[in-house]
């Protein structure tokens, strides 16, 4: 039986990628994983378990106990699934508090063994869209496909802002936020343990001025004519 493909997608946070990821899967017909997921919920773990966020052996110890479940969306109105000892926290992990802590964990040996560990596991049959930091370049460097998605920080900035708004968490200014995700840009792409890069072989897409259709049809057409060259080089 041949393997089936695995697409990475990489970059900063507010490039698209959640939501790319999602169209992607949904017009290929394959599973959708958000690896980020998977660090927020282990942030959530460590917060709400009162450990300092520091403390790296008592974190290792904790995740190690702990009953960690991901489901991978297969449908774009399913978002990845998490569940930490048997409790759902999809979307608790989404608050600014988790989000302000989570470069922190994510940055942690044992945390990233783990999720890696588990990330492996979910994508080893392939037939699937992945989405994170390091996907490309550590946690599938064999996928058949690799997109690094990039906007300007303010247009990055601008796209959560309305984001956090129609969820009512508004409230912060524009330049604030700009300077919260340089924060966690600069944390993810300076941890000495797989930093946010572009892969070698990963195509770069600006977003800047393109909407979300055409960045889902050019991650299309590039899969497409991958797969045509039966993933020879782009
Ligand atoms: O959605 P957003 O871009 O805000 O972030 P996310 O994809 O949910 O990822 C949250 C954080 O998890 C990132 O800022 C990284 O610190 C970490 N992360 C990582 O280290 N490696 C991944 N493959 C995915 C996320
Ligand atoms: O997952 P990541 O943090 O990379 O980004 P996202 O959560 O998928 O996208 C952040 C916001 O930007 C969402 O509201 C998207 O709808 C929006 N977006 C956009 O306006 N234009 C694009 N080309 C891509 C995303």
Same mark, same amino acid.
């Given at each position: 039986c041949q393997r089936r493909p695995v697409i990475a997608i990489d970059g900063p946070a507010g490039a698209g990628k959640s939501t790319v990821t999602r169209l992607v899967a949904e017009k290929l017909g394959l599973t959708y994983l958000d690896t980020g997921a998977m660090y927020r919920a282990v942030t959530w773990l460590v917060v709400n378990s009162g !450990?300092? !966020?520091? %403390?790296e052996a008592a974190i290792a110890e904790l995740l190690s106990l702990a009953k960690i479940a991901i489901i991978p969306a297969?449908? @774009? +109105? #399913? $978002? *990845?699934i998490v569940k930490i000892n048997g409790q759902d926290v999809t979307l608790e992990i989404r608050s600014p508090a988790i989000t302000a802590q989570v470069s922190r964990i994510a940055a942690q040996k044992a945390v990233r063994q783990q999720l890696v560990t588990l990330q492996r596991q979910l994508g080893m049959s392939g037939g699937i869209v992945v989405e994170g930091?390091?996907? =490309? *370049? #550590? $946690?599938? @460097? +064999? %996928? +058949?496909l690799k997109i690094f998605l990039t906007a300007t920080p303010e247009e990055r900035a601008r796209r959560r802002l309305k984001d956090l708004e129609a969820q009512g #968490? =508004? =409230?912060?200014?524009l330049t604030e936020l700009t300077q919260e995700i340089e924060k966690r840009d600069y944390l993810d792409s300076n941890r000495?343990? %797989? @930093?946010?890069r572009k892969a070698a072989d990963a195509i770069e897409v #600006? *977003?800047?001025? !393109?909407s979300i259709t055409e960045v889902t049809e050019k991650i299309i057409a590039l899969y497409h004519q991958g797969e045509e060259n039966q993933w020879g080089s782009l």
């Open positions: !450990l300092d !966020l520091s %403390a297969d449908s @774009p +109105e #399913n $978002v *990845t930091r390091d996907i =490309g *370049t #550590n $946690v599938f @460097p +064999e %996928a +058949e #968490n =508004g =409230g912060i200014s000495s343990l %797989a @930093p946010l #600006n *977003t800047d001025n !393109l």
